[in-house]
């Protein structure tokens, strides 16, 4: 069966731009991240986060802060 999507965690490096570091060696920045409107207003540097990422790996939405 296909896997149209993974669960990826990720460090906020930087809130604007928004720059995110994945599996400490892969940094998206913002043209690979999309955010949810309720995240966006509480987000911080160094924030730990969940994110989708899309089939394909080419996108990636955060869906929320991981406490």
């Known amino acids: ?10 460090k906020v490096m930087s809130s604007n731009p928004i720059r995110v ?3 400490q060696k892969l940094t998206l ?3 690979f991240i ?3 409107y309720a ?3 509480i987000m911080q540097n160094n924030d730990n986060v969940i994110m989708i990422r899309a089939q394909g790996g ?3 939405l955060i869906i929320d802060k991981v406490v």
């Open 21 to 23: 570091l994945i599996d």
């Open 39 to 41: 995240y966006s207003q």
């Open 58 to 60: 080419q996108k990636y």
């Open 1 to 10: 069966a296909s896997k149209p999507s993974d669960l990826v965690f990720g």
């Open 29 to 31: 920045s913002e043209e």
């Open 34 to 36: 999309a955010i949810t």
